[in-house]
């Protein structure tokens, strides 16, 4: 199985298979927990969208967003792939084969 990501990650999928599956864990829940404290600070910008500057942090922490989610989805996936994690746990909340396709980096 092979992932390509839409976003620049700081690690391929090969690498993130090889990753301890502790390791693997403890960056999911790093993860999840700054993808909550970002939502939470564009929720409050949001009401300041109209300046450009603002704008502009709100669009950058959007994809920001994305790539930290798509990290998150790569992570799990490798930890499937080891058989660390299983397809069927809601652990992780790791999404069924019935998602779209767009999450494993195609279009």
């Known amino acids: 199985m092979d992932f390509t990501p839409c976003h620049p990650q700081p690690f391929t999928f090969q690498q993130a298979i090889s990753f301890d599956p502790e390791v693997s ?5 790093r993860l999840q927990n700054s993808i909550s404290h970002l ?4 929720e409050e910008l949001r009401e ?3 300046d450009p500057d603002i704008a502009q942090a709100i669009k950058e922490n959007n ?33 069924s084969e019935s998602e779209p396709e767009s999450r494993n980096g195609r279009h």
């Open 63 to 95: 994809q920001t967003l994305a790539s930290q989610d798509e990290r998150i989805f790569m992570l799990k996936l490798a930890l499937t792939q080891r058989g660390a994690l299983n397809a069927n746990s809601t652990h992780y909340d790791l999404p």
């Open 39 to 42: 939502k939470r600070t564009q």
């Open 25 to 29: 864990a403890d960056e999911i829940s």
């Open 48 to 50: 300041y969208a109209d």
